[in-house]
């Protein structure tokens, strides 16, 4: 009995091994999700603050996936005032499934805020709707795979990036960034399927 000992400790060490490679191997599978073929984190960091992922879906126009989106928060969130009202960093950010004119996204961006922003505080928001609106124009396209991301920053503003590029200065209004999350997530969202997953349903 005593010959089978040391292959025993071996076959014993190999299993520790290969349960610990399975359990890193669960938790790398875990950290990411895919969606319409796009990978999604369940994670970001948004200067220094870690932020979870709140939801993500794909938005469809018609038959056709256009992107997916995934919304991050330092907390759980179920309505855009709770998205909004609470503190810290937060994002959204958007990865193209499909190719689409940029200057055409920027006008049904700008339609999105214009649908879910009462007329009394749309008047505030037109330098910063024009602003965006000029900003996706001169990208001329965005092809499968680019992305774009807005990031709410404390003291800041909120932060467009494209294409892993911070453009322009932050639009510091945080009346900016709710009516930007509401394109999503207010009561006439670009694509109600949508809404729900960012909010956390299915």
Not at 57 to 83: I, Q, S
């Amino acid at each position: 009995m005593k010959c089978f000992k040391p292959l025993s400790a071996s076959i014993a060490r190999l299993l520790c091994i290969a349960g610990t490679v399975t359990l890193l191997a669960s938790a790398a599978a875990a950290a990411t999700q895919e969606i319409s073929g796009v990978k999604v984190e369940d994670s970001a960091e948004v200067r220094g603050s870690k932020l979870q992922l709140n939801g993500a879906g794909t938005r469809f126009k018609g038959p056709f996936k256009v992107y997916v989106a995934g919304l991050y928060l330092g907390k759980k969130a179920a309505t855009l005032d709770e998205v909004v009202g609470q503190p810290g960093p937060k994002r959204i950010h958007v990865t193209m499934v499909r190719d689409i004119d940029a200057a055409e996204l920027g006008k049904l961006l700008t339609r999105g805020v214009e649908d879910n922003v009462p007329k009394s505080e749309l008047s505030n928001l037109v330098p910063g709707l024009i602003r965006m609106g000029q900003v996706f124009s001169d990208q001329k396209k965005l092809a499968t795979g680019d992305s774009f991301q807005f990031d709410w920053v404390p003291g800041s503003g909120s932060v467009l990036t494209v294409r892993g590029k911070v453009v322009g200065d932050p639009f510091k209004e945080p009346e900016f960034f709710k009516a930007v999350m509401a394109i999503w997530m207010g009561p006439v969202p670009a694509d109600f399927k949508l809404k729900d997953a960012l909010l956390g349903g299915k």
